[in-house]
């Protein structure tokens, strides 16, 4: 049965969508089937990596017609596929808070494709809403990164534990929460980032005690990220090898895949059998 994870939090801009593009294009590499699913009304996933075919329909369809045949789409990367934000009006945040079984729904349609895809990576909007929480409902895992600054560390620390704690009791309609990892992510080399980064890992979340973790991984701030999606391709293709004290992008995406999926990742792979783009200059 296919794996579902989310990536979330309630702050736009933390990096939530080039985080699952890259999750993605590296389970794929790694030999995983993976279909990405873009549940944010602005569609930054849908256009991240180019499609070799893309399907008539998206997620609006797959979620109110309960549809889907015709809403896959192909990216250029093996074993790679998505299916894309159609809804640029924001039409379906109204259809499934309108809906009695909207925020489940979801989550019951995914088992569909559980013989095609060993893992499913779904993105999500910066704010809280009700295809917000039919993305949360819907995994058995959810990922959050948090840039290590004040603000993104309170927001984790209120808004995205408060999420959880509101959506706890939809376990009652069969979609209990999966457990939360909280991923440090665009980690610079500052005192104040380190100082925020150890606070997050001894901080106590109340009643959510126990269902958060902060990961010991960290996602450096590096241009390579940036210059990878700009190239349109996962970052551990394009930067392989780094010089001085920072993990080079393929060694920090290859610990955050062991961590998250370990009875998925061979600890014996060789990094040297990932493919790699022309622009890394191997």
């Known amino acids: 049965m296919a794996i579902k994870v989310t990536v979330t939090s309630t702050k736009g801009g933390v990096g939530k969508t080039t985080l699952t593009a890259n999750l993605g294009g590296l389970l ?36 109110t017609e309960a549809r889907v045949d015709g809403v896959i789409s192909r990216t250029n990367l093996p074993r790679l596929d998505i299916i894309v934000s159609d809804d640029p009006e924001g039409m379906l945040q109204n259809w499934i808070l309108h809906t009695p079984d909207g925020r489940v729904r979801l989550k019951h349609l995914l088992a569909q494709f559980y013989a095609r895809y060993d893992v499913i990576l779904i993105d999500t ?32 620390a209120r808004g995205t534990v408060q999420m959880l704690d509101r959506l706890r009791p939809m376990a009652y309609l069969g979609a209990p929460l999966g457990p939360l990892r909280g991923l440090i992510y665009r980690m610079d080399r500052t005192i104040d980032a380190r100082r925020i980064a150890q606070e997050l890992r001894k901080e106590a979340y109340g009643p959510s005690k126990g269902a958060i973790t902060i990961l010991d991984v960290v996602i450096p701030n590096t241009v390579a990220y940036r210059e990878a999606a700009t190239a349109r391709v996962p970052v551990h293709r394009w930067e392989t090898q780094r010089s001085g004290p920072t993990q080079s992008a393929r060694v920090a995406m290859l610990t955050l895949v062991h961590d998250l999926f370990p009875h998925l990742y061979d600890t014996t792979l060789v990094l040297e059998d990932l493919p790699l783009t022309e622009e890394s200059g191997e």
Do not use: H, K, M, N
């Not at 602005?42 to 008539?56: I, V, W």
């Not at 819907?138 to 990164?145: F, G, N, R």
């Open 28 to 63: 794929s590499d790694l030999g995983q089937r993976v279909l990405l699913i873009d549940a944010d009304v602005q569609p930054t996933l849908s256009s991240y990596f180019p499609l070799e075919r893309r399907a008539d329909r998206g997620l609006s369809a797959l979620i």
């Open 125 to 156: 909007q910066g704010a809280v809403g009700p295809l917000q929480d039919a993305a949360v409902l819907a995994a058995d895992l959810l990922v959050s990164p948090i840039p290590p600054e004040i603000l993104s560390a309170r927001e984790f």
